[in-house]
């Protein structure tokens, strides 16, 4: 039976755990990841991700730091404008438009937008050619013991695990967070994303659309060339059984529906992927830290895929927790104490919820089925645009360059 000692332990090897391992492999910590699966690298193969993430500038950063930008710009397509569009009236057609323009707060893109297939493909590149980054896949973390000292951690595999500091990135339903007994706050709104990738006639031009009638957003996120069609991929919120429906509806159906829904904002759209449902949620748990634990991305908070948030939220916690860890080891310190441990939950804790209750705000209003509601919320999107200043503030504050609880910039 292998016994291995390493100086963090990463449960969960999705897009999260992955960067998680390295950037914190980067810094010169021993990191070994667990999954239960190895990733899956293509875009073909049964099970593989086929949503895309939009990267704010911190993300980008972050991947920077972690000699991983790289790798991944070639790959993606920057977001130079974010457009909310309504469509709320009688007719399916865009009466409202508000532009929120990078150039506006001093930067050319708000973000690069990446498949998350080719995510994984690159991040375990990277994991490969680090010396102190191992992805042990497939293995589970069936145990978790904390000592004193260290955590132990038992593999499916049979292998056991000590590390000073572990870290949960295995999930909405981590097994971890149970296990150590943190509460969590879940709720949902009986919506599903269904999540697919297109081509179309007109140009993107870097312009994330995001259209709002009923049932929740559809958004349109622009993606390089494709065998030199133009490409772009779509998550699009329905309510549960119209979600259920659209998955599963023949291609032309499919298509006739999309094309009204889009509102011809890029042409005439065909799918050009498979059709993969999610379903939306909201979760936060009640602190981010346990014994010899610290809770990241999913395993500490869930938001519908709106803005852009979720991962950017993930590796904001990965950047705060690795800066919180280096300092430690500078100062000699054990990184898996337990004031350094409670000191990252409370600086993640109150960005986390402010994000997930505005997300959920905006969620709430994109479902609106009834029409006086949703002529409201066409003069609040009007309203926001109109004031300069708290256009400039949503979008510093969306674009994670300014915290919603403090107000400070980073
Ligand atoms: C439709 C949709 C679109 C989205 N778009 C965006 C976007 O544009 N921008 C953005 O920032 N975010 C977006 N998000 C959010 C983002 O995709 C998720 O936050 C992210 O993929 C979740 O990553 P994760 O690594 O936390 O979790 P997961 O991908 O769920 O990974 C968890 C991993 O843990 C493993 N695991 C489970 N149990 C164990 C165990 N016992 N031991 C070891 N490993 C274990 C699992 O096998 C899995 O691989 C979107 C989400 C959805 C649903």
Known sequence: MERIDTDILVAGGG????????????????VICVDPSPPVTSAETDGSDLRSTAFLMP?????????????????????????????????????????????????????????????????????????????????????LTPRTATAIAALSDGATIRAPLVIAADGRDSPTREAAGIATRRWSYGQKAV????????????????????????????????????HSAVVWMETGPRAAELAT??????????????????????????????????????????????????AAHVIPPIGAQGLNMSLRD???????????????????????????????????????????ALNRSAMFEAQPLRDIRRVGLKTLYGLKPLRRTAMRVGLGVETTATGQTS
């Open 318 to 360: 990965v950047a705060t927790l690795r800066d919180i860890c280096v300092a430690a080891r500078e100062a000699g310190h054990d990184i898996g104490a337990p004031d350094l441990l409670a000191r990252y939950s409370r600086a993640r804790h109150p960005d986390i919820l402010a994000r997930v209750l505005g997300v959920d």
């Open 59 to 143: 993300s980008v950063d972050l991947f920077r730091r972690a000699g991983l930008w790289d790798r991944l710009e070639p790959y993606s397509a920057p977001l130079r404008i974010m457009r909310l569009a309504d469509a709320g009236g009688p007719e399916e057609a865009i009466r409202e438009t508000a532009d929120f323009v990078a150039e506006d707060v001093g930067r050319s893109a708000f973000g690069h937008n990446l498949p998350n297939w080719l995510l994984r493909r690159e991040i375990a590149a990277r994991i490969d050619e680090l010396p102190n980054a191992r992805l042990i896949a497939p293995a589970r973390l069936d145990r």
């Open 195 to 230: 999540v697919f990738t297109v081509t179309h006639t007109l140009p993107h031009d870097g312009v994330s659309t995001e259209i709002h009638r009923t049932g929740g957003p559809f958004t349109l996120v622009p993606l390089p060339d494709r065998d030199g069609d133009l």
């Open 249 to 298: 509806m023949d291609v032309l159906a499919f298509e006739a529906a999309l094309n009204a829904r889009s509102c011809g904002v890029l042409g005439r759209l065909t799918l050009a992927s498979a059709r993969r449902v999610w379903p939306i949620i909201s979760q936060i748990a009640d602190h981010l830290d346990g014994p010899r634990l610290a809770l990241v991305a999913e």
């Open 15 to 30: 897009v999260a755990g992955l960067t998680a391992t390295v950037a914190f492999a980067t810094e010169g910590f021993d």
